[in-house]
């Protein structure tokens, strides 16, 4: 098992920025990948960023590459989402989760385990 603990957001304007970060606890931080999504009110959960096992590789959405960064201390047990230039449609819940095995993907459904989420606003 591993538990996720997400922390970070909050209300920010159009073009400012925030730092996400999701606090690892259970088994073994290395041996997961770590990815980052999002879910707007009305929508469907999406894909942000992803990051491997090592921090070496990393994906972004489209939408947010760029802008947003995704980086792993693994000292730390921790995963973080630097989010810049940020813009009202980055309005959503944002979670992290954790793939079992070291390679990352995009697939919502390839992801083991969730952080209970936290909450981003972004005002106009």
């Known amino acids: 098992q591993v538990q996720l603990v997400e922390s970070g957001g909050g209300l920010v304007q159009a073009g400012g920025s925030l730092r996400l970060s999701c606090a690892a606890s259970?088994?073994?931080?290395?041996?997961?990948?770590m990815g980052w999504f999002r879910q707007a009110p009305g929508k469907e959960r999406e894909f942000v960023a992803a990051?491997?096992?090592?921090?070496?590789?990393?994906h972004y959405a489209d939408s947010v590459k760029g802008r947003f960064t995704i980086s792993r201390d693994n000292a730390a047990n921790t995963v973080y989402l630097q989010m810049n230039s940020l813009k009202p449609e980055d309005t959503a819940v944002y979670y992290c989760?954790?793939?079992?095995?070291?390679?990352?993907?995009?697939?919502?459904?390839?992801?083991?385990?969730w952080g209970q989420g936290t909450q981003v606003t972004v005002s106009s």
């Open positions: 259970g088994r073994a931080f290395t041996n997961y990948a």
């Open positions: 990051v491997s096992w090592s921090g070496e590789d990393t």
């Open positions: 989760a954790a793939r079992a095995g070291r390679r990352y993907t995009a697939g919502s459904g390839d992801y083991d385990y």
